[in-house]
């Protein structure tokens, strides 16, 4: 696993930047070489694990421990997006964070992802998904 809590974040410039717009903190994290497509790859990022899963030509970063225990997912069984956690069977979409089969409640955190130069970036200040609950008389 690599440990990156020493790796200062690297943000764009503020040059021509509009008013109220944050400035991007994409640290890299990993080579795309390194993250192979049948599995996670487990890095640390600023004391957070983050497993990094490749679908297709994407990458996709997301929390490294399952909800119910810790566990991490990486370890899991990894298809079609989906990761398995081995230690207690539940599911997770590694593009959403959430269980396929329940796409409503708290999903795992899901950060954002560039690569440059082969070099894959993810920017902790940019969860891309958040809790949804259906509400009374939606369906």
Do not use: W
């Not at 994409?26 to 600023?46: C, N, Q």
């Not at 990894?78 to 593009?95: K, M, P, Q, T, W």
């Amino acid at each position: 696993m690599r440990d990156l809590r020493h790796v200062p974040p690297r943000s764009r410039p503020a040059s021509g930047q509009e008013q109220g717009e944050r400035i991007l903190a994409f640290v890299p994290v990993a080579r795309l070489d390194e993250i192979p497509a049948s599995r996670g790859l487990r890095v640390t990022v600023g004391g957070i694990a983050l497993g990094l899963y490749r679908v297709g030509d994407a990458i996709h970063a997301m929390e490294d421990a399952c909800p119910h225990a810790g566990f991490p997912l990486s370890k899991g069984r990894f298809e079609n997006g989906v990761i398995v956690c081995s230690a207690h069977g539940l599911c997770y979409d590694v593009r959403t964070g959430f269980d396929p089969e329940h796409a409503d409640g708290f999903p795992i955190p899901c950060f954002r992802v560039r690569v440059e130069a082969g070099s894959v970036e993810v920017d902790l200040e940019d969860r891309i998904n958040a809790p949804r609950r259906r509400g009374p008389g939606r369906g």
